[in-house]
């Protein structure tokens, strides 16, 4: 469980209940919702592309050039694209394979994993595999091997699917690139500045990096906020501790912040030496100086109370998804944040929790925004 970044181990009849429900609402309210599975599975059915990502998918599992990697490819390319797709999620047992993998395997006892391919459990979580900037994509590169092989799929999506294929999607962030970058860690604030978490799972290099090919192309993006969180599992990614959820109002998880509400915040702009660094240290300063606000309503996870905000944050209260301008979706669990939400003017609409919320993201991180209307 650990090894695949769970605390918690989800009743799956009911997290698919639950997750079935919550697209349900985003339908209800004229969000075009599209599922990764079959998105790949339309990609993979051209045979050549199918054989390339089974490579891929396969070497980056730990198998090259040996007999266990040509019985897994063997394997999974006789399968159906859907089914194929399904299976490298779900993981490949080694009952599965049967006596030709104990053939392969020299020291079986050695590994006691059920697993010769491991699942992908943490792929309800599409928000972390890449984020559309702009007209642009960040490709993930996951910190954790648990999710390393999750960015292939959205990588091959935007290549390669007809919904994207006709267009050249430029990449501010590849999956191949040396630094550590994760979606759930990026929020894109307005049409020309984005902010970016610096945590356990984005490396400040990364956001240098980012910046660096936002400012160079004719991105529009102009500003990168960086903003230092704590680096642990219950904050792991900026969009767990803040979230926008109007142009001017901000839900935040007040423990980020140090006494006096300080905090470790630097601006980043273009200049023609490269990039040009401010150190901050007041979040509701730099939301008013970069987004152009005469005021910033902050909204605290639990009401900042001692007891609810922390148990809260630990359900993701603060993980809300913003559908449009002072709407979001949350989990119903969160019922101290949800109420203040709405006390701030907010709409609310909220979704079944008991098993999702164990695998530690909510709403937004359970969703990748590929297109939103210019409100």
Known sequence: MHSLLFDDIPYLPEAQKEHDKFAEVLRRNNVKVLYLDELIAEVLKDKKLKNTFLDQIIMDSGFKGEATYDTLKSYL????????????????????????LKNLR???????????????PNLYFTRDLASIIGEGASISNMTFKARRRETLFIEYILANHPFFSEYT??????????????????????????????????????????????????????????????????MMHLDTVFTMVNYDQFTVYPDIMQKHQKMDIWTLHSSPEGIRYKKHSNLQQVL???????????????????????????NDGSNTLTIAPGEVVTYNRNYVSNKLL?????????????ELSRGRGGPRCMSMPLLRDDL
């Not at 907010?346 to 929790?353: A, L, N, R, T, W």
Request: hydrophobic share 40%; glycine share 8%; proline share 6%.
């Open 342 to 354: 709405r006390e701030h003017g907010i709409k609310v609409h909220e979704i079944p929790s008991s």
């Open 169 to 234: 999607v430029p990449l501010w962030h590849r999956r191949g690139d040396i630094t550590r970058i994760e979606g759930g860690d990026v929020l894109v604030l307005n049409e020309h500045v984005v902010a970016v978490g610096i945590s356990q799972r984005t490396s400040v290099e990364a956001i240098e990096s980012l910046a660096n090919r936002l400012f160079k192309s004719d991105s529009g993006y102009d500003t990168v906020v960086a903003i230092k969180i704590p680096n642990n599992h219950a």
């Open 77 to 100: 390319y006789n399968l159906a694209p859907s089914k194929m797709v399904s299976v490298i999620m779900e993981g490949v047992r080694k009952e599965t394979l049967g006596d030709t």
């Open 106 to 120: 020299s020291f079986p006892e050695v590994d006691s994993t059920p697993f010769i391919m491991a699942p992908m």
């Open 288 to 314: 008013k100086e970069t987004l152009g606000l005469n005021e910033v309503d902050l909204i605290y996870t639990g009401n900042g109370d001692p007891i609810a905000a922390p148990r809260e944050q630990w």
